[in-house]
């Protein structure tokens, strides 16, 4: 098998899909394989930055020391800014399985009519 270099300038990972089947299948593994193990690890991630906005507000609100309270209090709404990011990003890999899913049925729609 020869590496081929994409125009980007990288080693390509799919060589050519130069089949409607080849198609479905790495639409199907894209949705079923990738978007898993990636939600999967921004919802630990998301769940790590609740727990740490949860002590640090605890902290802060046991802490008498203006200089400690004003910085948690920074890595706090930073924090939150965090969880608000990775909520997005979780929304865009939704809606990129959800395209992911309708491009599998149009390949499977367009393989039926191609063998009938």
């Given at each position: 098998m020869s590496v081929?270099?994409?125009g980007r300038g990288r080693e390509r990972v799919i060589q050519e899909i130069e089949t409607v089947e080849q198609g479905i299948k790495v639409e199907l593994d894209v949705q079923s394989g990738f978007y898993k193990i990636l939600n999967d690890h921004i919802t630990y991630w998301i769940a790590v930055e609740e727990d740490v906005v949860d002590s640090y507000t605890r902290l802060l609100e046991?802490?008498?020391?203006?200089?400690v309270k004003s910085n948690l209090a920074q890595i706090i709404e930073g924090t939150?800014?965090?969880?608000?990011?990775?909520e997005s990003i979780k929304q865009s890999l939704s809606t990129i399985v959800s395209d992911t899913q309708q491009f599998a049925k149009l390949l499977q729609n367009l393989n039926k009519e191609s063998h009938s």
């Open positions: 081929r270099v994409s046991n802490t008498r020391e203006g200089e939150k800014n965090h969880i608000r990011s990775l």
